[in-house]
T-cell receptor, first 114, second 116 residues
Framework: AQSVTQPDIHITVSEGASLELRCNYS??????LFWYVQSPGQGLQLLLK??????LVQGIKGFEAEFKRSQSSFNLRKPSVHWSDAAEYFC????????????FGAGTRLFVKA | GAGVSQSPRYKVAKRGQDVALRCDPI?????LFWYQQALGQGPEFLTY????????KSGLPSDRFFAERPEGSVSTLKIQRTQQEDSAVYLC??????????????FGPGTRLTVT
């Protein structure tokens, strides 16, 4: 079955520093991949998605992610973190086991220190 | 514009009570999803509607869980005889396309259910 692993439960970065959140997926074919962000008290918001084509995907709020088939990874990056980026980040993949559905990782909570 | 709304935002139920959670998707959105998010976990798929048709209910954990979307807009997730393990945040999401998993899903703020 398809699955998503986010190895880091939480990460702390300084404001202005670069950020990389890790995501590894398990999928036989070309995956459909997403990154969502969940801010406190708010619904999940899509940051970016990858279906095919260019393996470097640009998203909203200055985020980007790179699909690496050889490493089964889809890591999220941002060159300079802002305090408002503190939130929970979820990587997700579309599974086609018994019908199409979205499988989410357990999430990585990002803390930003001044 | 209006996003996905859910009500109530918080619900406390005594074990054994029935609860009904409401989702108002974005107007015109074809696909509607329900997810269950336990504390410290990612959302887990419960069920999927395309208009009024429930096309996938494979994620519903037991026959105590029931969802409907009778007119293809508002949806209700009902949990009968609630148990403590049902305590979670229930998220609703909608998408404009029929194959909604391949498109952006717009999430509501969730209903936090606590069963005591």
């Amino acid at each position: 079955a398809q699955s998503v692993t986010q190895p880091d439960i939480h990460i702390t970065v300084s404001e202005g520093a670069s950020l990389e959140l890790r995501c590894n997926y398990s999928y036989g074919a070309t995956p459909y991949l997403f990154w969502y962000v969940q801010s406190p008290g708010q619904g999940l918001q899509l940051l970016l998605k990858y279906f095919s084509g260019d393996t470097l995907v640009q998203g909203i709020k200055g985020f980007e992610a790179e699909f690496k088939r050889s490493q089964s990874s889809f890591n999220l990056r941002k060159p300079s973190v802002h305090w408002s980026d503190a939130a929970e980040y979820f990587c997700a993949v579309v599974s086609n086991t018994g019908g199409f559905k979205t499988i989410f990782g357990a999430g990585t909570r990002l803390f930003v220190k001044a | 514009g209006a996003g996905v709304s859910q009500s109530p935002r918080y619900k406390v139920a005594k074990r054994g009570q029935d609860v009904a959670l409401r989702c108002d998707p974005i107007s015109g959105h074809v696909s509607l999803f329900w997810y269950q998010q336990a504390l410290g976990q990612g959302p887990e798929f419960l069920t999927y509607f395309q208009n009024e048709a429930q096309l996938d209910k494979s994620g519903l954990p037991s026959d105590r869980f029931f969802a409907e979307r009778p007119e293809g807009s508002v949806s209700t997730l009902k949990i009968q005889r609630t148990q403590q393990e049902d305590s979670a945040v229930y998220l609703c999401a909608s998408s404009s396309l029929g194959q909604g998993v391949f498109d952006e899903q717009y999430f509501g703020p969730g209903t936090r259910l606590t069963v005591t």
